[in-house]
């Protein structure tokens, strides 16, 4: 029992079993907000009253965060425990808090309640959850491994965490398919979000040169990558203020565009020491963008 000390507890005297306290930092409910967001960006685009489908909305937020977030987190922690014991060996498996399999069964285990509540909620549902697991899965698995390339890695997660999570929104509130305006808001989102991926990989820069791990900061320099991110979720977003403006939206437009406007202070900032200001420009520009999400979000909604 005394050997178990830091793992956890052990079980029958044999096996370490990992306090719970431990298995809820392996699922970083810090993470949850950013689909969870999504998620209720998509609710607000249906244009539906909450009302009408509070259950529904209940199982939807409960699938976008805890269950299909924080199983992602599972599964990237456990096939990435030789990177994260070189850049943050304090996590839950490098430092032995989640011991043996654990982090492994969590991830499977989470798999397949995310597909049960799916399943119970909608088919359209069902097939969304299915491909960001999938997703989740062939990021950080051995092979395809889509982490290891600074294109498909950030794209798939921009994809999966603003994309689908949004989808998933939308569609538990209408119970099918979402409507068109709401598809082209919800990819460019999407492909916005590939800058702020690129961004998220500053902090790992050295153990991913390590390991192999071929981020955009790895291989074209911190510089060049804060570039390339900030072009990346510009550009999408003055899209988003076009078609906003198109479909007789003037003022979400005007905002969102304002919004853009400040980003593009805050990357001039972020420019001058990458690196340094990736995790201030989270905190300003980030935010301002996911800001433009909901206002888009909002104004559509009003057309349904």
Partial sequence: MAGAGEAGITLLGRRPVPRPRDI?????????????????????????????????????????????????????????????????????????????????????????????????????????????????????????????????????????????????????MVGGMPDSKVLALLLLFSLGAHGIMVLNDFKAIEGDRRMGIRSLPVTLGPVAAARVACVTMAVPQLAVVALLAAWGLGVHAGIVGLGVVLQLAFMRRLLADPAGRAPWYNATGVMTYVLGMLVAAVGVGSLA
């Fill in 24 to 172: 809820l930092a392996l699922l970083k409910p810090v993470t949850w907000f950013p689909p969870m967001w999504a998620f209720m960006c998509g609710v607000v685009s249906s244009g539906v009253p909450l009302a009408e489908r509070w259950p529904f909305l209940l199982a939807g937020m409960l699938l976008a965060g805890p269950l299909v977030c924080g199983t992602s987190q599972a599964i990237n922690d456990w096939f990435d425990r030789e990177v994260d014991a070189i850049n943050e060996p304090d996590r839950p498996i490098p430092s032995g808090r989640v011991p043996g399999r654990w982090g492994l069964g969590v991830a499977l285990a989470g798999s397949l309640l995310s597909l049960a509540v799916a399943a119970a909620i909608a088919p359209v549902v069902l097939a969304a959850t299915c491909l960001g697991l999938l997703l989740a899965w062939i990021y950080s698995t051995p092979w395809p491994r889509l982490k290891a390339s600074g294109l498909w890695g950030p794209a798939a997660c921009g994809f999966a965490y603003e994309g689908l999570t949004w989808f998933t929104g939308a569609a538990v």
